[in-house]
């Protein structure tokens, strides 16, 4: 558990990381079987490596509930203790989400481009 904080009590039993960095996030995600997240870069790092996820809250956090449609994965949401009985390892379709990923990065590109006046 990374950033730890009483919200999430089902998950107190684990390991809890106060000092974990960017690189570690990123290597706990892709070598993770399951990924369980309450945060936006989470969530997003989890589809990127397609790995299996569950969103603490995700529907009730614009940023998270906002990728979470875009990709179809909206029953990827934990609102409630009793979610957590639909939690399974099964892989997300990493095709259909890389296809979202690539046009949400070329409207941000676009964007960029256009507040910067370049090119």
Known sequence: VLRYNNKNEVVNQYVKR???GPEDLLAYIDNAALDL???FHGTVF??????PLY?????????????????NMTDRSIESLSDVERVNLMMPDGDAIDDVLDVERNL????????????
């Open 108 to 119: 941000s590109k676009k964007y960029l481009q256009e507040a910067l006046g370049i090119g």
């Open 46 to 51: 989890s589809l990127i490596y397609h790995k």
């Open 18 to 20: 106060y000092d974990a």
């Open 55 to 71: 969103s603490f809250g995700g529907m009730k956090d614009n940023r998270i509930s906002s990728i979470l449609k875009k990709t």
């Open 37 to 39: 997240s309450s945060s």
